[in-house]
């Protein structure tokens, strides 16, 4: 698994700026519904000043999405490094990210709206969507293996489906509790699941 989430791509203030601009408006507003006339605007550019520094509207998508990507593998990698050696803890590093992460973003989940809107596979924007939930579900792998955990892909699918449905029902239902009751149920099926290793680990009785 690749946890390297690289350097921020050097950027001029004024790209900063333009950057920083759309993101809040693909974000709040839809990717469909902004346009660069819009972004250029708020941003205090021309449309050629946008399109000198970024080259196209689905290449400043995609660096709205690899910036988000950056900073969540950032945020969860460090909460990983934290947590230490205990498996249980470190499988639970995504879920503790999560409360904060949620608090304050009404519309969910950056790349599963995203995911909605891009309808080309092709389109770098969807492909780091994709990028960013197979990350999540190939670390969530990663550490079971790593603990010895049988079945890890059944049970880091198991992990992926409490994260982002957390993400949904928080964002749709408007259930504030969704990070804290998934992290619960994931972490009765990480105990259950290191407890189920730990037993097979055991030596058996003497033969006779």
Not at 7 to 30: K, N, Q
Request: aromatic letters at 6%.
């Amino acid at each position: 698994m690749d946890t390297d989430v690289g350097p921020d791509p050097p950027l001029t203030p004024g790209a900063r700026r333009i950057l920083e601009v759309a993101s809040e408006l693909f974000y709040w507003r839809g990717i469909h519904a902004v346009g660069v006339d819009t972004i250029a605007a708020e941003s205090g550019v021309t449309k050629r000043t946008l399109y000198d520094r970024f080259g196209s509207k689905d290449a400043l998508v995609a660096a709205y999405l690899a910036a988000r990507d950056r900073r969540w593998r950032e945020q969860v990698l460090a909460r990983l490094d934290a947590a230490g050696p205990d498996p249980v803890a470190r499988a639970l590093a995504p879920f503790d990210v999560l409360p904060a992460w949620l608090a304050p973003r009404s519309r969910g989940c950056s790349f599963v709206n995203a995911f909605a809107e891009l309808s080309d596979p092709d389109h770098p924007g969807r492909r780091l969507v994709v990028a960013e939930k197979t990350w999540l579900r190939d670390l969530f792998r990663t550490v079971l293996l790593d603990a010895g955990i049988g079945d890890p892909d059944i049970l880091a699918g198991q992990l992926l489906s409490l994260h982002e449905g957390a993400v949904v029902s928080h964002a749709i239902v408007g259930d504030t509790s969704a990070a804290a009751i998934a992290r619960s149920a994931a972490e009765i099926l990480l105990d259950r699941a290191v407890a189920g290793s730990s037993a097979r680990d055991e030596p058996g009785p003497p033969a006779r």
